[in-house]
């Protein structure tokens, strides 16, 4: 069992960055895949970035390819998004998940077992 608690959301300015992070409860954090998700007002919940237990293997959604960077400290039992070059398009509340298929990184929700309550990223024009 995991349980995930996201943070760092908030209201920044275009152009402006955030850094999110999710801190993981269980002693098999490293065994588990970690993704970001979102989903903005009125839209479907969208990937936006994953990595595997090592973090050896990251992905990306194409809409934040070198903006957004995903990393993890499994010391820590966290996993943080680094955003940069935000755009009001990014607007949504952030989910992390947790995948117990450690040694991939998947884009598809079903996938995932266990999600953090989100935090609210705004990014204002």
């Known amino acids: 069992q995991v349980q995930l608690v996201e943070s760092g959301g908030g209201l920044v300015q275009a152009g402006g960055s955030l850094r999110l992070s999710c801190a993981a409860s269980g002693r098999t954090f490293g065994r588990y895949a970690m993704g970001w998700f979102r989903q903005a007002p009125g839209k479907k919940r969208e990937f936006v970035a994953a990595i595997t237990w090592g973090g050896g293997s990251t992905d990306y959604a194409d809409s934040v390819k070198g903006r957004f960077t995903i990393s993890r400290d499994n010391a820590k039992n966290t996993v943080d998004l680094q955003m940069n070059s935000l755009k009001p398009e990014d607007t949504g509340v952030y989910y992390c998940?947790?995948?117990?298929?450690?040694?991939?990184?998947?884009?598809?929700?079903?996938?995932?077992?266990?999600w953090g309550q989100g935090t609210q990223v705004t990014v204002a024009s």
């Open positions: 998940a947790a995948d117990a298929r450690y040694y991939r990184t998947s884009a598809s929700e079903i996938q995932y077992d266990y």
